[in-house]
């Protein structure tokens, strides 16, 4: 379902994406559980669903897991997007630096420069939080 939800989701089908990823976000794999919550948050903000995506998001952080490094960082971007959707851009600006925190403490623990550039640019969630910290500072 995962990966239909998935798919669904890159093709714009954003009610097809959520019906799909709902029942996955109870499902019995921890990471899967993580990847179908992004998924449903996208697709909530995607259909101008703020609220929802927001609620999602905190579901998906109470819920016991297994760590996912990319599924985290990009909850996290989600609940920034969400929270400046729903109007409250100081929380947002706060989330996302927050998570661009979080990103970067994790690079600070990698030795190799090369590799620690290729993480924070090259790692989908990581550049995305990053980009968006930069964009929103800049316009704040």
């Not at 899967?32 to 998001?57: E, F, K, N, P, V």
């Not at 661009?100 to 030795?111: D, G, L, P, R």
């Amino acid at each position: 379902p995962v990966v239909i939800a998935e798919a669904l989701l890159k093709s714009g089908d954003y009610d097809g994406a959520a019906r799909v990823a709902t029942p996955a976000c109870n499902g019995v794999s921890p990471r899967l559980r993580r990847i179908a919550a992004c998924i449903l948050a996208r697709a909530q903000l995607c259909s101008g669903r703020a609220s929802d995506a927001l609620s999602t998001i905190d579901a998906a952080f109470g819920k016991q897991t297994s760590q996912g490094l990319e599924t985290d960082v990009e909850l996290l971007a989600l609940r920034a997007e969400a929270l400046l959707e729903t109007g409250n851009r100081e929380q947002a600006v706060e989330a996302i630096v927050t998570a661009a925190h979080f990103v970067t403490e994790i690079a600070s623990e990698i030795t190799d420069s090369s590799l620690r550039e290729s993480f924070v640019t090259n790692v989908e969630p990581c550049a995305k939080v990053l980009a968006l910290r930069e964009q929103w500072l800049a316009s704040a």
